[in-house]
C-alpha cells in the first residue's frame, strides 16, 4: 500500500502522524511511505530521517495520491480538495460529530474516514485518545500554570506547595486518561487537589496510583457547588456525551469562584459539562467570562509536539499495519476495535454519535462488513 503523510496546515499544529522509526516498520512490512516535505521538522523529525528509514520525500499535492493518509488532525476547509479520490483511506483524529461540513465533504468525495478516537481496545476504553490525553491533562495543567503567573495576566498564584502559603485548591472533573495527566502534575508539585468522578471504579483505581494529597469525591451536584467556591483551578477532564443539554459547572455557578481563580477545559466541549466553554486557539487561547479566566485550547498535545508525536505514532502503528498488510476491507472486517473508528465509507456516515448529533441516517458497521 502506499501511505502518505501530510504535514498538518492547521494553526499549531505540529505533529506529525508517524515518526521515522515507525515509518521504517510500515517500510520493512513492503509499503511505500511518502512524507510531505517537513511533515515533521517543528516535532524534531526532519526529512532526512525519513529519507534514511527510505521514506520518498514529496510535496503536499503527490502525499495526497497515496491510498491511505495518515494524519493527525481532522481535515481543514482548505484541504477538502486534496481528496480527489473515491475509496482513499483516511486515518486521523476527524472528530466528525463537531465537524459537521467536514463530514459533508468526506461523505461526497467518498473517502473511507476511520477515526482515531474512536478506535476501542477490549477493555472498552480509546487505545489512540488515551495517549493523547495523557498529554492534554498535562499540559493543561501546564496552561494553568502558566495563565496564573503575573507577566502573562493571571492572579500571581504559583501552583505548588511552598512553606509559609496557603496550598492551592485544584479541581479536577473527571479521573480517565486527561484527569490522570493532570492530577499527576498537579499532586506531584504538592497542590491539594480534589478530583470528582462519576464512576467509583475509575476513582478506585486512580486512588491507587495517585499520592495521599489528592482525594476523591462522587461529582453530585452538592460536591461541585462545594469546590468551585474553593478552587483556584478548575480543570474539566469529562468525557461529556455530545448529545448533551445540559451542564455540570453553569453560567450562573461562576459567580461562586474565588477571585482570580480560572478553569482550563482540557475536555474542550463547546457549550458541554462547562456552560461557558468554547474551543480557542494556541494563538488566542485564554478569554473571560463572568470575571472568570477559561482556557480551552482544543489540541493541547500540540504544545509538546516531540513528545506527543512518538506516543502517537507509536499508538496508531499496529492499526496502520493492519490496513496496510490486509487491505482496509480485510482489517475492518477482522478487527472489531478498528471498526469502532469507522466514520465514513462509500458516502454514508457509519459512526452513531455523528450520525445521532447532525441527523444522519446511520449505517451500522458491523452490518456493512458483511457485505465486504
Ligand atoms: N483539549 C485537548 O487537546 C484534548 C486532548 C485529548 C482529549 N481531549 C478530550 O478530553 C475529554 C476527556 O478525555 P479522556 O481521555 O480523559 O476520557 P476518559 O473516558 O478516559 O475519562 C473521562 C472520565 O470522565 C468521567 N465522567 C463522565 N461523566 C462524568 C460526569 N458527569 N461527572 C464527572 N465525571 C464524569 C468518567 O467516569 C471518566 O473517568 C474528551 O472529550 C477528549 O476528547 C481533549
Known sequence: MIIGIPKETKEHEYRV????????????????????????????????DYAAVGAQIVDAEQVYTADLIYKVKEVLPH???CYKREGQIL?????????PEQSVELMNRKVIGIAYEDVTDAEGRLPLLAPMSEMAGKGGFMAAVRFKETINGGDGMMLSRVCGVETPHIVIIG??????????????????????DVSRK?????????PANVEFLQASRE????????????????????????????????????????????????????????????????????????????NIPSLYAHTSSILLSN???????????????????????????????????????CCDVNGYEWNNPDELVKTF
Open 17 to 48: 502522524a508517524s515518526i521515522p522509526s515507525d515509518v521504517a516498520e510500515l517500510i520493512g512490512a513492503g509499503h511505500t511511505v511518502m512524507v510531505e516535505h517537513d511533515a515533521g521538522a517543528r516535532a524534531g523529525y526532519y526529512d532526512e
Open 79 to 81: 484541504e477538502y480538495d
Open 91 to 99: 486515518f486521523t483524529y476527524i472528530h466528525s460529530a463537531a465537524h
Open 175 to 196: 479521573c480517565g486518561g486527561t484527569g490522570m495527566g493532570a492530577a499527576e502534575y498537579a499532586s506531584a508539585l504538592g497542590n491539594k487537589v480534589t478530583i470528582l
Open 202 to 210: 475509575a476513582m478506585q483505581r486512580a486512588h491507587s496510583l495517585l
Open 223 to 298: 460536591n461541585v457547588l462545594k469546590n468551585i467556591k474553593t478552587a483556584d483551578v478548575i480543570i474539566n477532564c469529562v468525557l461529556w456525551q455530545k448529545t448533551r443539554k445540559d451542564h455540570m459547572i453553569y453560567r450562573d455557578d461562576l459567580k461562586l469562584m474565588k477571585r482570580g481563580a480560572m478553569i482550563v477545559d482540557v475536555a474542550c466541549d463547546d457549550n458541554g459539562a462547562i456552560e461557558t466553554c468554547r474551543s480557542t486557539t494556541h494563538d488566542d487561547p485564554v478569554y473571560y467570562e463572568e470575571g472568570v479566566l477559561h482556557y480551552a485550547v482544543a
Open 315 to 353: 499508538a496508531t502503528l499496529p492499526y496502520t499495519l493492519e490496513i496496510a498488510n490486509k487491505g482496509v476491507k480485510q482489517a475492518l472486517k477482522d478487527n472489531k476495535y478498528l471498526r469502532a473508528g469507522l466514520s465514513f465509507w462509500d458516502g454514508k456516515a457509519t459512526l452513531k454519535e
